[in-house]
């Protein structure tokens, strides 16, 4: 292939919805595969590690393996190793972070960075003031990631962005963002199948974290109209997609034209 020659695929509305394939998934995957086309699964999805995500793919009938996903808690604890080793690492996360948080010093109180990840029951006001407290006693805020929102067969669901958000607002400080829409992370991605971002495209469902973040870093940005997408997205976006398709099914097609 001439023009793309890497691609980097969101999982949740892209892939699947509630951990099932969506139309077009399967078939996606293997005719990468077929094509001998390098791809990475680039998730700000942190309730699963990446073993665990690959089996519930798998089982999906989507075949992929540990190695060809990057989630966001792994680009925070490689973020924390590099410029904060040795804090004290409060976390406030869905599913289990510390398998991908290998060391990484977790604490309850007393943190010197305050983490949050994806949102849950959890995010109650008690753990979300804990955090504010810590945040004004001088502790950093990371967000694994910054989506506002997701969308699941039972409905909407908040996201933890929405909570960085307020505690931006509340403390005067700015998140450091180790997931979607951060550069780095792209960027590292794509450095694991060795193509360079003005050769690669990523694909995903939310017009701002997904495609102008991956737009912004200098790849091809490809929004898929499932998973969270709405139409009034595309109108109050600050930037335009490269290419809109109805889903990813229809993805080997556009990459065959952009050859």
């Avoid at 919805?17 to 139309?23: G, Y």
């Amino acid at each position: 292939m001439g023009g793309i020659q890497g691609v980097l695929l969101d999982i949740d509305g892209v892939l699947t919805v509630s951990w099932r394939a969506l139309p077009g998934a399967i078939e996606t995957v293997e005719w990468l595969r077929e094509r001998h086309v390098p791809f990475r699964l680039i998730t700000n999805t942190t309730t699963h590690t990446r073993a665990d995500l690959a089996a519930t793919l798998r089982s999906a009938g989507i075949a992929v393996e540990a190695e060809e996903i990057v989630t966001a808690v792994v680009a925070t604890a490689s973020y924390l190793r590099a410029h904060r080793p040795g804090a004290r690492v409060f976390v406030l996360s869905d599913g289990n972070a510390r398998a991908d948080l290998e060391g990484v010093t977790l604490v309850e109180e007393g943190a010197d960075v305050v983490v949050l990840g994806g949102a849950y029951e959890g995010f109650t006001y008690e753990a979300l003031n804990r955090a504010f407290r810590m945040l004004m006693d001088g502790a950093e805020l990371i967000g694994m990631h910054r989506n506002l929102y997701w969308r699941t067969s039972e409905g909407w669901q908040l996201d933890g962005g929405a909570f960085i958000a307020g505690l931006e607002e509340a403390t005067g400080r700015r998140a450091v963002v180790c997931g979607k829409p951060a550069a780095a992370y792209f960027e590292s991605a794509l450095s694991t199948i060795g193509v360079t971002p003005e050769r690669a495209a990523m694909v995903g469902d939310d017009v701002v974290n997904d495609v102008l973040g991956a737009q912004a870093a200098g790849l091809t940005g490809v929004l898929v109209r499932t998973g969270k997408f709405r139409p009034e997205d595309l109108e109050r976006a600050p930037g335009v997609p490269d290419h809109v398709i109805d889903e990813v099914g229809s993805l080997p097609e556009l990459l065959e034209r952009l050859s």
